[in-house]
């Protein structure tokens, strides 16, 4: 029985990475945290003194960049041209930087079709901010998950501070709400909720919900064997 793609998409901070990898478990499909390949493109640029303005030579470095995600139990390695960068990419200065480079053209079609080869054959759980409205555009299921601003920037917030970063819950709200415009006008790919995509306010849901939810919503569009 051919499996689903299922693409999860929504802003900063709205929790997709953790429900994704939980719906993942619940249906033993494959997680792709498909943010990590930017991420990765955005710290070599950040090492090697690309400046984040630079079109051309960001996509250049992505066409040079060998990203490998690779399940594990705490949910997904990342390696970057063979180094294992998945605690890297998370800090602070690496997000920000991210979220220039993935408004590149050059770079986004790179990583959109790495993205596409991931999930041919199905049994995937994408999450992303383009999933279900470009890079799958005819995904078995949907979700635009989604929460309040100030919900999603104590999310963020507690992230950082597990991760030592000193950042004010106040400067991290800034923070989220100049990526969500940023996402949102961004030429290539903005961040929209597809026409027939779900949706989910996880704002007073816990984790463990929304991913049941999302399970649930799966299992009944899987084909009948």
């Given at each position: 029985?051919?499996?689903?793609?299922?693409?999860?998409?929504?802003?900063?901070?709205?929790?997709?990475?953790?429900a994704a990898?939980?719906?993942?478990?619940?249906?033993?499909?494959?997680?792709?945290?498909?943010?990590?390949?930017?991420?990765?493109?955005?710290?070599?640029?950040?090492?090697?003194?690309?400046?984040?303005?630079?079109?051309?030579?960001?996509?250049?470095?992505?066409?040079?960049?060998?990203?490998?995600?690779?399940?594990?139990?705490?949910?997904?390695?990342?390696?970057?041209?063979?180094?294992?960068?998945?605690?890297?990419?998370?800090?602070?200065?690496?997000?920000?930087?991210?979220?220039?480079?993935?408004?590149?053209?050059?770079v986004r079609?790179?990583?959109?079709?790495?993205?596409?080869?991931?999930?041919?054959?199905?049994?995937?759980?994408?999450?992303?901010?383009?999933?279900?409205?470009?890079?799958?555009?005819?995904?078995?299921?949907?979700?635009?998950?989604?929460?309040?601003?100030?919900?999603?920037?104590?999310?963020?917030?507690?992230?950082?501070?597990?991760?030592?970063?000193?950042?004010?819950?106040?400067?991290?709200?800034?923070?989220?709400?100049?990526?969500?415009?940023?996402?949102?006008?961004?030429?290539?790919?903005?961040?929209?909720?597809?026409?027939?995509?779900?949706?989910?306010?996880?704002?007073?849901?816990?984790?463990?919900?929304?991913?049941?939810?999302?399970?649930?919503?799966?299992?009944?569009?899987?084909?009948?064997?």
């Amino acid at each position: 029985m051919r499996k689903l793609v299922i693409a999860i998409d929504g802003p900063v901070g709205s929790g997709k990475s953790t429900a994704a990898r939980r719906v993942a478990d619940l249906l033993g499909y494959v997680y792709v945290d498909t943010g990590a390949m930017y991420r990765a493109v955005a710290l070599k640029a950040l090492r090697r003194g690309v400046p984040l303005d630079d079109a051309a030579q960001l996509a250049i470095l992505a066409l040079g960049t060998r990203i490998d995600l690779r399940p594990e139990a705490a949910g997904q390695q990342v390696r970057l041209d063979g180094e294992d960068v998945t605690a890297a990419i998370r800090a602070a200065e690496v997000s920000q930087a991210a979220s220039k480079v993935a408004v590149i053209p050059g770079v986004r079609q790179v990583l959109v079709e790495e993205q596409r080869r991931a999930g041919r054959d199905g049994g995937v759980v994408m999450e992303g901010r383009d999933i279900g409205s470009v890079v799958f555009p005819d995904a078995g299921l949907k979700i635009y998950l989604t929460a309040s601003p100030e919900v999603r920037a104590q999310r963020r917030w507690l992230e950082h501070q597990q991760e030592g970063d000193r950042i004010t819950l106040e400067k991290t709200l800034e923070e989220v709400r100049e990526r969500d415009r940023r996402d949102r006008e961004r030429s290539a790919s903005p961040l929209v909720r597809a026409a027939d995509a779900v949706l989910v306010d996880g704002s007073a849901m816990e984790t463990e919900e929304v991913a049941r939810l999302i399970a649930l919503l799966a299992r009944e569009k899987e084909p009948v064997p």
